[in-house]
């Protein structure tokens, strides 16, 4: 119970990931806010058709409410909340209502993040502006709205959902889940630069800003993507489902750390207890 007494928040914590991440959050003691689009039912937003893939669904499985109903039922705390990433009254009305409940905010995890496939010149403006809004803007809507809590306590850790695709020196070529994602690995290379500058930026404050890259899962938005014909076991790399034993551990040590422990660092689960902490 390694956060007990913490608050966390946790944007897209209806399926996949999120869900695991908000779950691991609440084995260790923390009260979990859970965020989403809508708290039912999410829908995708609209995918680019090029040659040779597929239109995904929109429809995907899970909802906050299911999370959290899976977090009470074994003891936890859990308060689901409508939240529009993209959208900074949104925002602004998830972090008043979490300081309501609980009073103050520990533990930030940026999450929620669109995963579209497209070719570069066949992507279009509008669909490249939703990807950078939801994958960018609601990460910066997020920390924007949460650090003012953070610095008056002079406490907290946040911790931004990254991607290996950043890492790479190529561009995965040979492995089937890696084509076609630039805009999404574009994405993700901001999301590392604003976890750098932002933990130079509010060190002062001990507060802790890390990216952590979950790897390669099998979750349902990887599914939509990818189509129900897509061979995972042919790929080079075959994808684990993702469950709070294999993901949790590197996101709770990061949720306990301080400027002054660690921050500033872009590190994968794969690699914890191996080249870091």
Not at 6 to 17: H, L, M, N, P
Not at 133 to 159: A, F
Request: hydrophobic content about 40%; proline content about 7%.
């Amino acid at each position: 119970m390694e956060l007990r007494g913490k608050t966390a928040i946790v944007t897209g914590s209806s399926r996949g990931i999120g869900k695991s991440y908000a779950i691991a959050l609440a084995q260790a003691g923390a009260s979990v806010v859970l965020a989403a689009r809508t708290q039912k039912h999410a829908v995708t937003p609209p995918r680019p058709v090029t040659p040779g893939q597929r239109q995904v669904s929109g429809q995907l499985p899970g909802s906050l409410d299911e999370t959290a109903a899976e977090i009470i039922s074994a003891g936890g705390t859990a308060v689901p909340i409508s939240c529009d990433v993209t959208q900074e009254n949104s925002v602004q009305a998830l972090v008043a209502t979490t300081i309501a409940r609980f009073g103050k905010i520990d533990i930030l995890v940026n999450n929620a993040a669109v995963f579209p496939r497209g070719h570069y010149l066949e992507e279009t403006p509008e669909r490249f502006d939703t990807l950078f809004h939801i994958n960018v803007l609601g990460y910066y809507l997020t920390c924007k709205h949460v650090l003012p809590h953070m610095i008056k306590q002079r406490s907290g850790s946040i911790i931004n959902l990254s991607s290996t695709g950043t890492l790479m020196g190529g561009s995965g070529k040979g492995n089937a889940v890696s084509k076609d994602l630039l805009y999404y690995h574009m994405s993700k290379a901001a999301i590392n630069r604003m976890t750098t500058f932002l933990a130079d930026e509010v060190s002062e404050y001990g507060i802790a800003v890390n990216a952590l890259t979950p790897g390669g899962n099998k979750t349902p938005g990887m599914d939509d993507a990818m189509g129900a014909d897509f061979d995972y076991a042919a790929d080079r790399r075959p994808l684990p489902p993702p469950t709070p034993e294999r993901l949790g551990p590197p996101l709770i040590w990061l949720a306990q750390q301080t400027a002054a422990t660690y921050t500033g660092k872009i590190v994968t689960t794969p690699d914890f207890r191996k080249t870091w902490p």
